[in-house]
Each structure stands twice: as structure tokens, then as C-alpha cells.
């Protein structure tokens, strides 16, 4: 790793190199106290440099080559970078005419199961995709709330594990999006229209410190290592996201996310104590009490959903965040409507098929059709012309269950 | 911008582009300088004011300077230059500190105050353009150099976009009389530019940011308390971060201005093969400390009064050096460490004058020097004194049955690559680059490039800031 180097030594006592004398040696500002410094001296070593750059260019050409073709291979295809960048640009959108839009808000849940066009398709107008994975939306709420350009509606998903303990991957997209500096603008504008569309392996989960640090290094004692989350989904320019096929194609990477899942299941040293869970928990509530109350003040409609999971997934949401204490808590606080989808037989995994092959996020056709089922009871109970904006949930045998091939 | 963007690779594309048309000398220089405003102006457009009021200020002391007849007018205009400068750079960078450290003493007499935060932006490296533009006053004022001749070589000294954030720190010597000749990079030097550029980013992108800064974050930003071997390789890994990031942005900027056909000066040489922190200091940001030498530690007497002198002008500039870095008191305890150092290298070198160590002493004497910078590594890089109390003691294995924090594969990272940069240091430490590319085959050197810019491109950097934009 050598840098910007000169020196002045030209055969050390120790540590030189004793042979013949460095021709490119020169002083530096150390060498020279006190007086005024001349003009650098900045020698090239000789070399034929047109043909070492040309030959640079196409040895690294060919292995940037064949690290592409080794991603696709492995089942990746080209998509834009999910970046706080690209939450920015929709961001931005509330704030240049599109303040009445409807938002979506959440973590993963929300930003793969619902999509976009499948919505636009009923709606007329395509939604606004502010979720983020991994993090809780309520930073991005109170962002909402403290703009009062904005005046549309927000569904805001609730995923038990992320919003009650407030944890947040990119909690800081919405300081990102008021501080990014023009630089920062044009670098991601350049990026998503001429390096993501077309390289598979510009991705984070493919980046080379991550593919070498996921090998199976032998642990220390007492250390426990998580395994990061893999790469999930595919996303487009607009933030429209589905989950990557390869995870309900491929049983092993399937597998692997499932196993990726469990290590949240079991418990931790480092987890907090009931006691603490439940103080954040009460916080995250106040939080979004105090959210809503500016959105309300000014005519937003705000609805929570509690997204689909299942199996081991939905078994450790229900032991660590009964639905009592954590979404029942969360209506009866905000005094804001919400939809359940235990409650509702057309946003029950079982009943209709929807495919979560990791428990936690919906295949893209499933989520295809999930968005399309949820949008029909949001527009029928809550947001449509006639609704009631607090409809209970419909009794189970009244809605008609279509029995999936999945 | 930062140099590892997209946005920079476009704007240089750019910049080389009108560099190279068949236009005027001064058309040219208006040229770069309008990009180097641009340059700066894509982090926050409105500091670019704080950039033309310290190149008007100085442009003007200095002219003041030289047509000043009684030396009274002299000090005022040199004063002048001073005030506006630090007074910028205390009103930005210290303000909210020197608040803090005043609500702290009032704190420990009893009187509860509780000032409103300022929220003062710092804006990008205007620790570093302001030195550069004070030296060209001093300069004058030290009648070492004449003004320049006309405001748009000095306004492009100033500004030139490779140093104008985080140096090299340039000397008005150094790069005003380049731009009073037309200078266009031959290809050799447009080459090997591009070389340059390609050594510093695989530092900063691949070494620092990927492989080294989540090491040293994972236990200086950690609750957790670190063993010995957790303490000593995030510290080492420290050690390479900021040599990596901020060696890296130097060479870039040299190489930046390389390939526009201009010569920076070097701002390391190998410093992790120092022996002694004389040494240290005469490889390590080397534009800096030879900046605090000459307008710091000579002017407060350096060592023509005597050893008390010596030493309070020794510790004086270590301490201004440290808090130079960061508006915080850990770094002044930085600095203050490494003015004991070199107050107590200078104590044994006159005791024992004349000795020449052995080759085993000599290379003992260097690992010595390194762990001891490596001690002050950790108040660099702690934010707190709390935090650096935790990292030492667990450097020094005072931290009990503390559990282990970093994975197997942070610590075979941190001894690959720091073991692998301290070697190069010390084979390299009588030579330079250059020898060495001179008499590399060139299919070597082909293999080489091609590899850094392959591992620069598959590590994604995501365009992190440099660290010593911070200061």
C-alpha cells in the first residue's frame, strides 16, 4: 500500500537498501525548515506507460468480466441499488406537487409484498414507496408528520419485531434526504441510470469484503456471530421492490434465509430485559401518538397493517410481541384504524396461498396478488367513498376463500 | 465531492477534457478555477463565500504587506491575515467546543448553565485551505516569498481543486509560479497520474473503508468492553484506516494534479517505518507538521533559547497541532502525547549523542516508535476520554474476563493487512515509488493497476467521506 512517497534517505544505515542510489529521490518540506518552498519536484518512473495502462485496462476489464458473469450465474440480475439516495427522490416527491399522494410506509414487509403497478392498476395513481427493510417506519412518520406540504394518506406497516423495538437500519434516510449534498444528487442520479441497470454484481451482499467475510471462518470461543441477511429482492427506479425469485426457487438459499431468521429467534445475551423490551416498546407508542396527532391535525389519513408472516416466523412475533400488548396497544393509543391480516381470510396466507418462503416476505406473484386483495379492503373499509374509516373486520365466513395451488 | 464518486469520475473526465482544448493559458486557469469552486460547491454552495472571503482577505494583506513602509503596518496587515483566517476557523470548527468547555468549568464551580447548541455546519476542510492561505501572507510577511503577480494565480492556489480539502497542505511557492507557465500533462505524466489516483483510492476504498474502519468501529463505538486482543487490533486497525484513508487521498490528489500537468508536494514516506517520533513526524502528514514548524515552532523560538524554551515551544506546537484536528479535548491529549514523545526522544538523544544503534536495535527502535504511536491512535480515534481509558486498559490487559467482540475474520484482516503495511514501510522506507515502478517489469505493473482497479470497483465503495475532511 504504498502512497504519495519520496525520500530523502538515500542508502540508510539500516533499512535502505544499500544498493545503487535512488535516481528519484528528493527532499521534502521536513528536509527544508524555515524558508520558503520551491516547486515539487514530481519524477515518472520510466516505463511505457501507454502500454501498461492498455494492458491494465484489459486485464481488469476481463476479470470485472468474469465477476459478472459468476453473479449472474448464480441467479442475479441487474437492479437498482437500494440506497438512502433513492428514498431521497421519493421523498422528494412529497415536497415538488405530490403532497396528497398516499405513502407507504414500513419496513421490509411492506417495501416487497406491495406492488406498485398491481396498486396503480386499481388506484389510478401509483403510490409513493417510503419503506425501508430493517427499520421502523417511525422516524420516516415523524418525517411525514413535520412536513406540511404533505396532506395524502400513509398505510404504515407494522412489523411487530421492528416497530415495537424501534430498531432501524436506515433510521437516518430522512436526515439524509434534507442534508444531501448536490454531489451526493448527481453521483446517485449517474448511478441509477448508468451503473445499476447493467452490472449484477453491484449489489452490497456481493461486495468482496462481504462475500469473504461470510465464509465459514473458524469462531472464537464465546463469540457469537450472526450471519448478515442476505440479499432479499430486486428493486426499480421507483422503489417498486419484489422479492428476489432466487429465494423461492433455490431450496438451499431459501434455506439459508431461514436460518438467517432463526438466530433472531433464539435468545441473546445481548437482548434487552422484559422490562426494557417493554419500556421501548411504550416509546415507539408514544412516538407514534404524537406522529399522528400533527397528521391528523391537518386531514391525513393514517392506517396501520400488520403484514403476513408464518411459521417459525410468526411464532416468535407472537411470543415476543403478543398481539395484545403490542398492536392492540399501538389502535388503542393512536385511536387510528388497522387491518390485521389474521382478521381478514383474503390476507390469510393459508387460506389463499400467499407463498412466504422465508416466512417473512412474499413471492413476487403472491405479493401481486396480496397487494391487490389489501388495496380492496382499504379502499371498501377505510379510504374509499362510503367507508366507515373504522370498519371491524369482516366475520370470516362472509368473505370467500380462494384455495391456492401454492 | 469526494474523490471515490461517480461524480468526481465525470467532473475529472470533464476537467481533463477543457484542460486539454487548444485555449488561451489564462482561459485555462479560468477553467480550473471555476471548477474548483464547483468542486467545493457540490458539498454546500453558501461556504464557497467563507473560500472567497479568506482568498480576498489574504490577496489583500498581502499587497498591503509589501507596500506597508513602517513595520506597525506590516503587523497589522500580517495581523490582519491571521485574525480573519482563525477567526473563521474558530468560529466554526471551535465555537460550539469552546461553549462546551466553558459550560464544563462553570460546571465544576457549581454554576449550572446550559447554553443553546449553535448548530454550527463546519464546513469542508477549511482547516486546510485556511493554512495554505495564511502561509502565503506569512510568507510575505517573513519576506521568504514576494506576492503573486496577478489574483487569478493566487485565487487558483488557493482553491485548485486536488488540495484544496484535505491537502496536501500547498505552500504558495510550490504551485503559484506553476501556474505562471502554460502546463499541459504529457501523456507519460497523464499516466502515471492515473496510477497515482488508482494507488490512493485502492487505499482509501479497498484498505480503509472496506476492509479496516468497521473493525475499529466495532470497538471504539461498542458498549462492549474489549480484551487485550480486541483493544490492540481495532486500535491497529486504526492505525491502517486513517494511514490508508488519508495517505490514500493524498496520492489521488497528487496524481489528480499530475494528470493536469502540476506537481504537489509528498505527504508521507512510509511513516509506520519510523524510528524515533522525530522521524515520525518528518514521514507522517508531512505538509502539516513542517507548516507548524515553520510558522509555529520557529516563531515561538524553536530551540535557539535554550532547552526550557525548546521544550515549551516543542509541547506549544504539539498541543495547537492536536486541536488543529478536532474540536475536542482528545485531541489535544493526541497531541499533547506526542509532544512528551518527542520532548522525551530529545532528552535521551542528548543524553546518549553519538550512538548508533545495531540493526536489532534499530528495527526494535522502530516497533517501539510504532506501538507508542499506536497508543495515541486511541485518543484520536475514542470520542471520549471514558471511551480511550477503556480501549488502553484493555490494551494493557487491565479489562479482566472481558468476552471477545471483533470475529475471526476482522482479526485475520487486521494481521494481513496491517502486518503486510508495516513490511512495505519498512522495505520501503529508504526508497521511493517511483524506483521501484522504474524497475518493475512492466507486465507487473500492468498486472498490478489491473488488480487495484478490480478490487476497487467489486468492494462498492459507497462514497464515504474522507476522515480528515473533519478537520
Given at each position: 500500500?504504498?502512497?504519495?512517497t ?7 544505515r539500516h ?10 529521490a528528493?527532499?521534502?518540506a521536513?528536509?527544508r ?22 494492458g ?28 438512502d ?5 421519493q ?18 414487509r ?11 392498476r ?6 409513493i ?18 412536513d ?6 400513509v398505510l404504515?406497516?407494522?412489523a ?5 423495538s ?8 430522512p ?22 441497470p ?12 462481504a ?19 442476505r ?25 439459508l434465509a ?7 429467534f ?6 434487552p ?32 397493517v ?6 417459525e416466523?410468526?411464532a416468535?412475533?407472537?411470543r ?14 393512536t ?10 381470510p383474503?390476507?390469510?396466507p ?10 417473512s416476505?412474499?413471492?413476487h ?17 377505510f ?9 371491524a ?9 380462494v384455495?391456492?395451488?401454492? | ?9 465525470v ?11 487548444p485555449l488561451?493559458?489564462?482561459t485555462?486557469?479560468?477553467?480550473l ?6 468542486f ?11 473560500l ?9 494583506a ?11 503596518a ?22 460550539q ?12 464551580i ?16 477549511i482547516?486546510f ?40 497542505i500547498?505552500?504558495p511557492?510550490e ?21 497515482l ?27 462492549k ?9 481495532a ?24 494528470c ?10 512510509f511513516?509506520?517505518a ?20 515553520d ?13 526550557r524554551?525548546?521544550?515549551a515551544?516543542?509541547?506549544t ?10 474540536a ?30 545495531g ?11 510504532y ?17 480511550a ?16 467482540i ?12 496491517v ?14 515509488l ?8 512492466a ?17 462498492q ?11
Amino acid at each position: 500500500m504504498p502512497s504519495s512517497t519520496s525520500s530523502s534517505e538515500r542508502t540508510g544505515r539500516h533499512g535502505g537498501p544499500g544498493g545503487a542510489p535512488d535516481r528519484y529521490a528528493r527532499q521534502t518540506a521536513a528536509d527544508r525548515p524555515g524558508i520558503a518552498q520551491p516547486v515539487p519536484v514530481r519524477p515518472v518512473p520510466e516505463q511505457p506507460w501507454g502500454r501498461v495502462l492498455a494492458g491494465a485496462m484489459l486485464l481488469a476489464a476481463l476479470l470485472l468480466g468474469g465477476w459478472e458473469l459468476y453473479w449472474r450465474n448464480y441467479g442475479v440480475h441487474p437492479s437498482i441499488a437500494n440506497t438512502d439516495g433513492l428514498w431521497a427522490i421519493q421523498r422528494w416527491r412529497l415536497d415538488s406537487g405530490q403532497g396528497d399522494a398516499t405513502v407507504l410506509l414500513g419496513s421490509s414487509r411492506m417495501y416487497f409484498d406491495l406492488q406498485l403497478p398491481v396498486w396503480e392498476r386499481l388506484d389510478g395513481r401509483r403510490p409513493i414507496q417510503l419503506s425501508f427493510e430493517g427499520t421502523s417506519p417511525l422516524a420516516a412518520l415523524e418525517d411525514l408528520a413535520d412536513d406540511p406540504r404533505f396532506t395524502g394518506r400513509v398505510l404504515v406497516g407494522v412489523a411487530p419485531d421492528l416497530f415495537f423495538s424501534g430498531f432501524g437500519l436506515h433510521k437516518g434516510a430522512p436526515r439524509y434526504a434534507k442534508k444531501e449534498s448536490p454531489s451526493q444528487r448527481i453521483g446517485q442520479w449517474l448511478s441509477m441510470r448508468f451503473i445499476e441497470p447493467y452490472l449484477a454484481f453491484d449489489d452490497p451482499d456481493f461486495a468482496l469484503q462481504a462475500v469473504l467475510a461470510r465464509q465459514p471462518w473458524p469462531q472464537r470461543p464465546g463469540n457469537r456471530w450472526f450471519l448478515r441477511v442476505r440479499k432479499l429482492s430486486e428493486t426499480e427506479a421507483d422503489r417498486n421492490t419484489h422479492l428476489w425469485s432466487k429465494v423461492g426457487d433455490d431450496p438451499q438459499y431459501r434455506d439459508l434465509a431461514r436460518r438467517i431468521w432463526r438466530q433472531d429467534f433464539e435468545p441473546s445475551p445481548d437482548d434487552p430485559t422484559p422490562e426494557e423490551m417493554l419500556k421501548t416498546e411504550k416509546e415507539q407508542i408514544e412516538r407514534a401518538v404524537e406522529a399522528l396527532a400533527r397528521l391528523r391535525a391537518r386531514g391525513v389519513k393514517v392506517l396501520f397493517v400488520r403484514l403476513p408472516s408464518t411459521g417459525e416466523y410468526l411464532a416468535y412475533e407472537n411470543r415476543e410481541f403478543p398481539r395484545e400488548r403490542s398492536w392492540n396497544a399501538l389502535l388503542a393509543a393512536t385511536g387510528a384504524p388497522g387491518i390485521y391480516f389474521e382478521d381478514y381470510p383474503q390476507l390469510r396466507p393459508d387460506l389463499q396461498g400467499y407463498d412466504l418462503p422465508e416466512w417473512s416476505h412474499m413471492a413476487h406473484d403472491s405479493g401481486e396478488r396480496f397487494t391487490a386483495a389489501l388495496y380492496g379492503i382499504i379502499e371498501r373499509d377505510f379510504w374509499g367513498p362510503g367507508a366507515t374509516g373504522a370498519a371491524a373486520a369482516k366475520p370470516l365466513a362472509a368473505v370467500p376463500v380462494v384455495a391456492a395451488a401454492h | 465531492m469526494v474523490f471515490n464518486s461517480l461524480t468526481f469520475v465525470v467532473f475529472f473526465a470533464c476537467v481533463l477534457l477543457m484542460h486539454s482544448l487548444p485555449l488561451g493559458w489564462t482561459t485555462r486557469k479560468i477553467n480550473l478555477l471555476l471548477a474548483s469552486y464547483l468542486f467545493y460547491s457540490a458539498w454546500n454552495p453558501p461556504f464557497v463565500i467563507l473560500l472567497w472571503i479568506s482568498t480576498v482577505v489574504d490577496w489583500y494583506a498581502a499587497q498591503g504587506l509589501v507596500k506597508a513602509l513602517r513595520p506597525a503596518a506590516r503587523h497589522a496587515w500580517m495581523l490582519l491575515s491571521v485574525l480573519a483566517n482563525l477567526g473563521m476557523l474558530g468560529y466554526f470548527k471551535y465555537g460550539q467546543f469552546l461553549l462546551d468547555s466553558f459550560t464544563a468549568v462553570m460546571s465544576t464551580i457549581g454554576v449550572a448553565w446550559h447554553p443553546a447548541r449553535s448548530d454550527i455546519v463546519l464546513p469542508v476542510g477549511i482547516s486546510f485551505y485556511t493554512f495554505a492561505t495564511m502561509s502565503y501572507t506569512l510568507d510575505v510577511y517573513l519576506r521568504r516569498a514576494l506576492p503573486a503577480r496577478n489574483m487569478l494565480d493566487y485565487a487558483l492556489f488557493v482553491t485548485f481543486f486536488p488540495h484544496l480539502v484535505a491537502g496536501p497542505i500547498m505552500r504558495p511557492t510550490e504551485l503559484v509560479p506553476q501556474f505562471e507557465t502554460p502546463r499541459r500533462a504529457t501523456g507519460e505524466q497523464l499516466r502515471f497520474g492515473l496510477a497515482l489516483m488508482s494507488i490512493g483510492l485502492f487505499n482509501k476504498i479497498v484498505l480503509a473503508d472496506s476492509f479496516l474502519s468497521h473493525v475499529a468501529e466495532r470497538v471504539y463505538d461498542s458498549d462492549k468492553t474489549p480484551g487485550a486482543l480486541d483493544a490492540w487490533a481495532a486500535t491497529l486497525a486504526f492505525s491502517g484506516q486513517i494511514f490508508c484513508d488519508f495517505a490514500g487521498y493524498s496520492t489521488t490528489a497528487i496524481g489528480a494534479a499530475l494528470c493536469l500537468g502540476f506537481a504537489m508536494p509528498d505527504n508521507f514516506r512510509f511513516p509506520y517505518a519510523a524510528v524515533g517520533f522525530t522521524d515520525f513526524w518528518r514521514r507522517w502528514h508531512i505538509t502539516l507538521s513542517s507548516w507548524l514548524r515553520d510558522y509555529l515552532y520557529i516563531p515561538l523560538g524553536g530551540n535557539r533559547h535554550g532547552p526550557r524554551r525548546t521544550y515549551a515551544a516543542l509541547m506549544t506546537t504539539m498541543l495547537l497541532g492536536g486541536l488543529w484536528h478536532g474540536a475536542n479535548w482528545t485531541f489535544v491529549a493526541w497531541g499533547g502525547l506526542h509532544g512528551l514523545y518527542l520532548a522525551a526522544e530529545r532528552a535521551v538523544r542528548a543524553r546518549f549523542a553519538g550512538y548508533q544503534p545495531g540493526p536489532f536495535i534499530f528495527l526494535a527502535l522502530g516497533l517501539l516508535t510504532y506501538m507508542l504511536v499506536n497508543v495515541t491512535w486511541v485518543f484520536f480515534r475514542a470520542k471520549t476520554f471514558g471511551k480511550a481509558g477503556v480501549a488502553l486498559r484493555g490494551m494493557f490487559g487491565l479489562n479482566g474476563a472481558a468476552g471477545p467482540i471483533l470475529p475471526t475474520f476482522d482479526l485475520l484482516v487486521v494481521a494481513g493487512i496491517v502486518s503486510a503495511m508495516v513490511l512495505i514501510h519498512w522495505l520501503m522506507r529508504a526508497r521511493t515509488l517511483e524506483a521501484v515502478i522504474a524497475r518493475a517489469p512492466a507486465v507487473l505493473v500492468s498486472g498490478v493497476w489491473a488488480l487495484l482497479l478490480f478490487a476497487i470497483i467489486i468492494v462498492q465503495g459507497v462514497g464515504s467521506a474522507f476522515i480528515y475532511f473533519q478537520f
